[in-house]
């Protein structure tokens, strides 16, 4: 059950920003890659696109974690809005490939990479150890349950009043987003910059784990979307699509709030490790729009059971460690999976057609997904 409501309990300020900055997040992304598509009509430059979007993140991690040292984790969350809210009002009027479509993407990267360093170093402080599992279930849950609706909404919205209209929707509500931020202190603490130490022997499971979810990422993200929309039904069903597996995903969230602890976070995680690799073979062989909206659900519900035991566990290896370095190194892995799997699908685009591109994308992705159990074995985050 969710505690009785308080602003300015720090947990429940994040629980608010983050219903509404997903809830304007959620309208669009899902369209995003078919956008970026339509503007460049070739999915060699949707990749590039995608690539420097993420790409850019890898060089700028350490320095966005040298800015939050300094001026402190929420004053980083708002900065990246002027980027975000840059980023989302450039690419209203932006056609056709040119140097500012990549210029775009680099503001974009910039605003995401100082969004999540700072955003997952609050949640780290935020967060009670005692009831840890708990509130990452609702961290992730509260914002994909408002989500159910908002693709659906934002497919209505693209399709009678156009894309412009949609951008600036989610515009303002991003704005609005940060407004609980104005309730609470500060945060300094756990900022000592001294990052070296993560590029060693002993954090290369840590690398390689955080870059397989990267790759997950780019497939859920990116990825399926565009092969949604492009192979299986065109992109009027994008907007139901993104809602449907929202409400797998919000299902799991909440299941695994409730149930999770650190005993048991490696058995839920080899559940949605094997499950996850499922769906993402089976989106390789699905031509049908019904089968591919029941494997949609199936797929997000997996993605959170991979994903809530591994953040939960790796909030007690940042604490132990020194939490904004750890979360900074966390999203240079993050993006440098990300990157690695947009290069090979760029190379599979060149070079061969579509279908047979996502097919080898997303085999090799449930491959990747595979090592993930033993990898966080590896990492000790069910005995935190």
Do not use: C
Request: charged share 15%; net charge positive; hydrophobic share 50%.
């Amino acid at each position: 059950m969710l505690e009785k409501f308080n602003i300015h309990k720090e947990i429940q300020e994040v629980y608010i920003h983050r219903f509404l900055f997903v809830l304007a997040l959620s309208a669009i992304t899902v369209f995003l890659p078919i956008y970026v598509y339509d503007i460049t009509n070739s999915l060699v430059y949707t990749m590039l696109f995608f690539l420097i979007y993420n790409g850019i993140r890898i060089i700028t991690s350490l320095p966005i974690a040298k800015i939050t040292s300094k001026i402190g984790y929420k004053r980083t969350a708002l900065l990246s809005s002027p980027f975000t809210l840059l980023f989302y009002n450039l690419m209203r009027n932006i056609h056709g490939v040119s140097f500012q479509l990549f210029f775009i993407a680099i503001v974009g990267g910039i605003g995401l990479n100082l969004y999540w360093v700072a955003m997952n170093s609050e949640i780290s402080n935020s967060s009670h150890k005692e009831k840890r599992d708990h509130e990452m279930g609702v961290i992730y849950a509260i914002p994909i349950i408002a989500t159910i609706i908002s693709p659906f909404i934002g497919g209505i919205i693209s399709n009678n009043y156009g894309f412009n209209t949609l951008f600036l929707a989610v515009i303002l509500v991003i704005s609005v987003s940060f407004i609980p931020f104005l309730f609470s202190f500060e945060h300094f603490d756990g900022m000592n910059y001294s990052i070296k130490k993560y590029f060693s022997r002993e954090y290369l499971k840590d690398f390689i784990t955080y870059s397989i979810q990267g790759v997950n990422f780019t497939g859920f993200f990116e990825l399926w979307p565009l092969y949604f929309g492009l192979i299986i039904t065109g992109t009027l069903n994008l907007g139901a699509m993104g809602s449907l597996r929202a409400l797998g995903g919000a299902l799991a969230s909440l299941f695994l709030g409730k149930f999770l602890k650190k005993q048991n976070r490696i058995k839920a995680l080899k559940a949605g490790v094997a499950g996850f690799a499922v769906t993402w073979i089976l989106m390789s062989m699905i031509t049908t729009p019904l089968i591919g909206f029941f494997v949609s659900f199936l797929n997000e519900m997996m993605m959170r059971t991979t994903e809530i035991p591994i953040f939960s566990g790796i909030i007690g290896i940042a604490e132990n460690d020194d939490r904004l370095e750890y979360f900074a190194f966390r999203e240079m892995a993050i993006a440098t999976g990300r990157t690695f799997i947009l290069l090979f699908m760029t190379f599979m685009f060149y070079f061969f057609g579509k279908t047979t591109s996502f097919t080898v994308g997303f085999i090799f992705i449930a491959l990747l997904t595979l090592l993930l159990v033993p990898l966080a074995r590896k990492m000790n985050i069910g005995e935190l």
